[in-house]
């Protein structure tokens, strides 16, 4: 575990480029922070980010997490990357003869994947746990600990998208191609739902397979929080609309992402020992 | 003597095209191994399957008498194949420590197989930088850190220029002196003759030849003869019941005796016929011209 950690961290470390991406996307998840300095002062219109409730606890979770979620983009060029380049300087190949097995050097990724993931959520964890103590108007330690499972949903989110980019590098084989791919799905998902939508005769029924999908279900993991807001709330009641969207994490949704997770997996690894290098 | 691998009627299909044909033979200890054969005769391909890269079709080998998986056991082997294959932007000395981590040695090693591939003095460049020469070396620094017991090299020469290629088999000669087990593949054949003690001789996918050099270069040989009068030459050699076959080559006749005959013999048997022999040599055949023999033998 150890070992297979090391390797893979050897490979990235000496990788200007990754270092480069994942220095960015470290930066960029701190910069949350920098939404607390949004402040207008015109006059008579005093407003302050800050103060309109988004860095209370526990809401704050939700909030952060869904705006760290945005910033994965950047660690899976480097995941996609980190696959693909294997196949295009042929050092996969060399790791297999040099006595790596098909499995262990599938785990390595995995298991970069789940640091990946993991460290995220730890950031997000703390940067959120800091603007809470700053900003929040409930530091009472039962608070804080509410809603926790956003952060689960985050963590899992990120391991389910990583994972289906390493599906992605190691069947394409090219980076730019296997992120175009992803693009690509991101549409053929749109594109489903709209057909769901107008060839079955319930909506409902055309939700409850869109559900599936895996981007999909990634993205229902962590359901946008602004309908929380009471800003946003009194906002939508002042025109007529009323809001009553669900915003938990649901655990259907969880489950869908882990059976994607294994899915990827397994398909990842069946390429692996099928194909000829 | 110990058995290193052992492969047993392995085969290689490709669609409908069958790569390597039920191959059988095993590996001991302490020889050095060529495996013949021209190009797209299948030599690639099955260093790919006992090396965990191409996966057999049908057929089976076992290292080290099969007690570890075959991943455990490359961690006894080194192998270079075709290209050096690393991280362009790793320096050498980062490649193979990393080398180091998957085969489990201690990163002691690499400075001392740096030296012995002349390449210490360039070990912080990064391998993008590298010559094909240096790249070739850097290889076979890093298929020896763990001490094989086994060294595989396909077509190890391929690609370099003169200086490259004497460098490299310079290395090969070392490490084959030192008593390392080695597997070399390649389609140079004085390549091979000069460091093998046994061959494996492949066309298209099948084996025609497994065992030791010398039961394949050691005929009877060939003279090569002149005499002042070339036509009685001729016609004495025809008539001797030990000569199998003639022919001019050149200005000279060479013959090819049935049984083994010293010259002293021959030169004997000719003089006494009154024939004034000019040129007389015994030779053997080099082990390009068995080959083509071999494979012309297989085709017809």
């Known amino acids: 575990m150890k070992r297979l950690f090391l390797i893979e961290y050897e490979k990235l470390r000496a990788n200007r480029s990754s270092r480069i991406l994942i220095g960015a996307y470290f930066l960029l998840l701190t910069s949350i922070a920098l939404i607390a300095a949004i402040k207008f002062d015109i006059g008579p219109i005093k407003f302050h980010l800050a103060e309109q409730g988004i860095f209370n606890f526990p809401y704050i979770w939700h909030f952060n997490a869904f705006i760290g979620a945005f910033f994965k983009i950047f660690l899976a060029v480097v995941i996609v990357s980190m696959t693909a380049n294997e196949y295009s300087n042929k050092t996969i190949k060399q790791n297999l003869i040099d006595g790596l097995s098909k499995r262990e050097f599938l785990h390595s990724k995995w298991i970069m994947v789940i640091f990946f993931a993991g460290i995220s959520t730890l950031f997000i964890f703390v940067v959120s746990l800091i603007l809470g103590l700053i900003y929040s108007n409930y530091n009472e330690i039962s608070i804080i600990v509410q809603d926790l499972e956003y952060l689960l949903a985050y963590f899992i989110k990120l391991v389910a998208f990583f994972a289906f980019c390493l599906f992605l590098g190691t069947a394409i084989k090219r980076s730019a191609f296997a992120l175009g791919f992803l693009g690509i799905w991101q549409m053929f998902e749109g594109i489903c739902y709209g057909l769901l939508s107008w060839k079955s005769p319930q909506w409902l029924e055309a939700e409850a397979i869109y559900r599936l999908f895996p981007l999909n279900a990634m993205s229902n993991l962590l359901a946008e929080p602004f309908s929380r807001l009471s800003a946003v709330r009194n906002l939508a009641e002042q025109v007529g609309e009323q809001m009553n969207n669900n915003t938990q994490v649901q655990f259907l949704d969880i489950l869908i992402v882990l059976v994607w997770c294994s899915i990827f997996y397994l398909l990842t690894y069946r390429l692996l020992k099928r194909r000829d290098l | ?300």
Not at chain 2, 65 to 72: A, I, K, L, S
Not at chain 2, 124 to 146: C, E, H, P, V, W
Not at chain 2, 255 to 279: M, Q
């Open chain 2, 1 to 300: 003597m110990s058995t290193i691998l052992t492969v047993t009627d392995l085969t290689k299909k490709f669609g409908s095209l069958t790569a390597v044909n039920k191959l059988s033979f095993s590996i001991e200890k302490g020889n050095v191994y060529g495996i013949l054969g021209p190009n797209g005769s299948g030599k690639s391909t099955t260093l790919g399957m006992i090396l965990n890269v191409v996966n057999p079709s049908t057929g089976s080998f076992s290292w080290f008498g099969g007690e570890h998986n075959t991943h455990q056991a490359l961690k006894r082997v080194g192998a270079i194949i075709e290209r050096p294959n690393f991280y362009p932007y790793m320096t050498a000395e980062q490649n193979l420590r990393l080398v180091c981590r998957i085969k489990e040695v201690p990163r002691e090693k690499i400075e001392e197989k740096l030296v012995l591939v002349d390449l210490a003095d360039r070990k912080y460049d990064k391998f993008k930088t590298y010559s094909l020469g240096m790249k070739q070396r850097l290889a076979i620094a890093s298929a020896l850190l763990n001490d094989p017991e086994i060294l595989i090299l396909d077509e190890p020469t391929n690609g370099l220029d003169p200086q490259g290629i004497a460098q490299v088999r310079k290395i090969i000669f070392k490490i084959a002196a030192q008593g390392t087990t080695i597997l070399l593949a390649s389609h140079l054949l004085d390549e091979v003759e000069k460091v093998c003690s046994h061959v494996l001789v492949l066309q298209k996918g099948t084996q025609i030849y497994f065992g030791p050099v010398t039961a394949l270069t050691t005929d009877h040989g060939y003279f090569e003869l002149n005499a002042t009068d070339q036509t009685a030459l001729m016609d004495e050699l025809k008539g001797n019941k030990e000569i199998k076959e003639i022919e001019q080559r050149g200005a000279l006749v060479i013959a090819y005796p049935k049984v083994a005959i010293s010259v002293a013999e021959i030169s004997k048997a000719l003089t006494s016929k009154g024939i004034v022999l000019t040129h007389l040599a015994k030779k053997h055949k080099s082990l390009e011209e068995q080959f083509l023999t071999l494979t012309k033998k297989n085709k017809a």
